[in-house]
């Protein structure tokens, strides 16, 4: 069995928790729903759909945490092939063989759940495509690994995180545009005076620039605040 205290599951609901956000934080940024969030961070398979969906739930999630998406897939794999008790890539074992006699019919309905288990990996990679898209089109996502300065331009207010923070910026009307956790250097940019207002869960963690100048961060860091017009 893997340590309940250092398996995937519990390294991302650390983290989770020392970005200080709840369950339902993470579910309204990645689209996951409450209960398949609680069921990756326990390992508990039995509350989780098929391995090809869980899978690209898992990579959603790290990524929604700012974390290596591949690594942690690749952990939850190995976690889970030890809380099932199953034998680890590169470990001896050994099978006894024996004759087995088939009940007429087997073989053709082996061959029918072997294209239904095809068809339900294709399908979760599908969903892992669309899960990893951005959310909304005034986001510009920054490459996490190697991160790119952000084009300031006169006429546009900038908001850029310098760490990892959830953001939600509504329009004039109070329509949400964005509402989802930034990654490091990750911005959004729109015209001055548009009436736009944010909130953040870190204020310290994102800056406020009037065309090419910064003008410093929102608040505090730690601060959370709520509906603030964006006006330099």
């Known amino acids: 069995m893997p340590d309940p205290h250092t398996h995937i599951g519990h390294r991302l609901r650390a983290?989770?928790?020392?970005?200080?956000?709840?369950?339902?934080?993470?579910?309204?940024?990645?689209?996951?729903r409450e209960d398949?969030?609680?069921?990756?961070?326990?390992?508990?398979?039995?509350?989780?759909?098929a391995i090809g969906y869980v899978l690209g739930f898992?990579?959603?999630?790290?990524?929604?945490?700012?974390?290596?998406?591949?690594?942690?897939?690749?952990?939850?794999?190995?976690?889970?092939?030890?809380?099932?008790g199953l034998p680890l890539r590169g470990s001896p074992h050994f099978v006894f063989?024996?004759?087995?006699?088939l009940p007429l019919g087997f073989a053709p309905a082996l061959s029918v759940l072997a294209a239904v288990a095809m068809l339900g990996t294709w399908y979760g990679l599908q969903t892992e495509a669309v899960a990893d898209q951005p959310i909304s089109q005034t986001v510009l996502p920054l490459d996490i690994d190697t991160p790119v300065a952000p084009v300031m331009t006169d006429g546009l207010i900038?908001?850029?995180?310098?760490?990892?923070?959830?953001?939600q910026i509504s329009d004039a009307n109070g329509t949400t545009l964005v509402s989802r956790i930034f990654v490091t250097d990750e911005?959004?940019?729109?015209?001055?005076?548009?009436?736009?207002?944010?909130?953040?869960r870190d204020a310290g963690?994102?800056?406020?620039?009037d065309g090419t100048r910064n003008i410093g961060p929102l608040g505090a860091k730690g601060e959370p605040l709520t509906d603030v017009l964006l006006s330099p």
Do not use: C, F, H
Request: zero cysteines; aromatic letters at 8%; glycine letters at 6%.
């Open 205 to 209: 963690a994102v800056e406020l620039y």
């Open 36 to 49: 398949y969030i609680i069921a990756i961070e326990r390992l508990d398979q039995t509350a989780l759909p």
């Open 187 to 200: 911005m959004w940019q729109g015209p001055v005076g548009g009436g736009y207002t944010v909130s953040v």
């Open 97 to 101: 063989q024996r004759r087995i006699r």
């Open 158 to 167: 900038t908001l850029r995180t310098t760490a990892p923070s959830w953001v």
């Open 15 to 32: 983290r989770r928790e020392s970005l200080d956000l709840s369950v339902s934080d993470m579910a309204m940024s990645t689209n996951l």
């Open 58 to 84: 898992v990579r959603t999630y790290a990524k929604g945490l700012n974390l290596d998406p591949t690594e942690a897939v690749a952990d939850y794999k190995r976690d889970v092939a030890l809380a099932d």
